[in-house]
């Protein structure tokens, strides 16, 4: 992408799996974005339409419409056909966050702004040769289990006290990346999705057991598993492997929400076997949820740490997070604010009326072992 115009209109959005921010310029108006490689910005996502949204400008009105789209165009948390978007706004497209700026309120202080450049690879990168050996690295991952798996508590906001953790896989292969995100996005390149993510759990409940027996496990299931036989089979013998009774969270991305039918089934299942519920990265509104409370209603709601972040810069991201909190207390639904980093976050989201926190500020992932040393100390 070129360097911004002063004044000129603009995107903010985190790729999927990237910590750095990308400007997307509006360089002509309507701005298209949908599922059709023909949009301005495409979105490949079978939750998208095809032609799905689109930005125009109307005299000095900016405005966000929706084509007609099957899952609806979301603009701070509210479903709109046609709406007056400004500076700020947030918009959601499926699971894609998009943040509106309006460029002639920057351009007067900050004149052009910089754009996000994507680092390119180098070209070895993807040869033949570096694709199968690092495939065959990930065989080997799995079959000799080299991973690690670390764990960060969730607490209660009041007390500070742990109610539970959150288990978070790490390879351990001294060729290939220890972040879980590359070797998710490796593994699904390979249709080994699913392995890993058993893989990642399974190592979770061995070394769980020294974790108190009174505290809650929270162990993520990857989006491929959803149509594979052997997850509710996998699902219940984690219950029955776990010390204590009715400890464990299922962490289910929100992005799950469209396939109801699924959902339901899961969700009927695991309440019969005492295993809990939750949403995992909810940034969303009101649709969405009431989406998800409507497939199955989850016992944890997991804030998207992008919300966490920038609810003290963005008066609409305040917003939104009020109305999620206030919609969850009101269907019995535990909020769990993630990336809180500051007392000055932890402060705000205690006085938006959130209970549960996890972040930094209240313990860094680590092993089990680790945990029972400072528990004990």
Known sequence: MDDLEPGQPYLEHFPQGCSRMERIPLEELPFTI???????????????????????????????????????????GHKVQDSPIKDGDVLHIAT????????????????????????????????????????????????????????????????????????????????????????????????????????????????????????????????????????????????????????????????????RAKLRTLHTQLQQWGIALAYDDFRAGQARFHELIEAAKPDYLKLDMALVRSIDVAAARRKLVQEIIQLSRDEGVAVVAKGIETDEQATDFRELGCTLAQGFLFGRPLPASSLVCVAEA
Request: glycine content about 6%; hydrophobic content about 40%; charged content about 25%.
């Open 96 to 259: 894609t966050e998009l943040v509106f700026r309006d460029g002639r309120a920057i351009a007067g202080a900050n004149g052009a702004t910089e754009v996000a450049q994507t680092q390119n690879l180098p070209a070895e990168a993807n040869s033949p040769r570096t694709i199968i050996r690092r495939v065959r690295y990930l065989h080997e991952l799995l079959t000799h289990r080299c991973i690690r798996v670390v764990f960060q508590p969730i607490v209660d906001f009041e007390s500070r006290e742990p109610i539970g953790f959150q288990a978070l896989g790490r390879g351990n292969h001294q060729e290939l990346s220890s972040a879980p995100t590359e070797l998710f996005a490796l593994a699904t390149e390979c249709r080994l999705a699913d392995r890993l993510s058993q893989l990642f759990r399974m190592v979770a409940l061995e070394e769980a057991r020294q974790l108190p027996s009174d505290t809650r496990l929270f162990l993520h299931v990857h989006p491929t598993e959803l149509d594979n036989g052997d997850l509710l089979e996998t699902l219940r013998h984690a219950q029955l492997e776990l010390p204590g009774e009715n400890r464990l969270v299922v962490e289910i991305p929100e992005a799950w929400a469209p396939e």
């Open 34 to 76: 949908g599922r059709n490689a023909s949009a301005h910005f495409q979105i490949k996502s079978a939750q998208v339409s095809r032609e799905h949204a689109a930005l125009l400008r109307q005299g000095e009105e900016f405005r966000v419409r929706d084509l007609g789209s099957t899952n609806g165009t979301l603009l701070n």
